[in-house]
């Protein structure tokens, strides 16, 4: 274990030594994904994929430059260390997401509307920073689902509602995401009904695409 991780921290300096956004880096850091990812934290909850998928676009945006959280500093641990703790945190997080789209508490910040004076509950992410550059596996991803030449993520939906496809919530689950209690308001279906299609036939097509270009 000791010299796998050794492995990676010189895999991290070499691939920081390259510019960002860089195939080098790339080629780099793709490399580093398919040497962790079976040696990650691993649990069997609907949210898992989607908490993995926010660690690597953490993972890639800061590892060299700290473009959002704090920059790998290998003298505080090994790399699967830092994934994990990222991961878990991110698991912890959809947990309490999921409890609270679950109960009915009334936000207790409100704002006025311009409009009407009108009193509308406060989004916290309203007040988040706007999100850096995406790094290219989000790119990629991104234009693969929009391009969708075969028509498959289309053709991929749920039963009597092809307004609901693999395409669309591919799209709307990339960082940043949207809720699963706002597609739920928006598409008029349960959380759960939303989250068994997007786990049964979303994510394999995407892990599948993925895999196929080298980017886990």
């Known amino acids: 274990m000791v010299q796998f991780d050794e492995q990676l921290r010189r895999l991290v300096t070499e ?17 580093i994904i398919r040497l962790t990812a079976n040696r990650l934290w691993r649990e069997n909850t609907l949210y898992y994929q989607d908490a993995l998928q926010q660690t690597w676009l953490y993972f890639c945006r800061n590892v060299c430059e700290g473009l959002t959280g704090q920059t790998y500093d290998p003298s505080c641990g090994s790399v699967i260390t830092w994934l994990n703790a990222y991961l878990k945190r991110r698991l ?15 936000p207790l910040r409100v704002r006025q509307s311009i409009s009407g004076g009108t009193r509308e509950p406060i989004d916290p992410v309203d007040n988040l920073p706007a999100m850096p550059q995406a790094p290219p596996i989000l790119e990629e991803l991104e234009i693969w689902a929009k391009t969708d ?16 496809n693999c395409q669309v919530l591919i ?31 979303c994510l394999p097509r995407l892990r599948k695409f993925a895999e ?3 980017l886990l």
């Open 15 to 31: 691939a920081c030594g390259h510019p960002l956004g860089s195939p080098q880096r790339q080629k780099l850091l793709t490399q």
């Open 92 to 106: 912890q997080d959809f947990y309490i997401n999921q409890n609270r789209e679950q109960s009915t508490t009334v």
């Open 149 to 164: 030449s075969e028509g498959e993520l289309c053709g991929t939906y749920i039963k009597g509602r092809p307004d609901v």
């Open 171 to 201: 799209l709307k689950r990339l960082p940043p995401e949207v809720s699963w209690k706002e597609l739920s308001e928006e598409f008029g279906l349960s959380i759960p009904t939303l989250s068994s299609f997007y786990q049964r036939q």
């Open 212 to 214: 196929f270009e080298g």
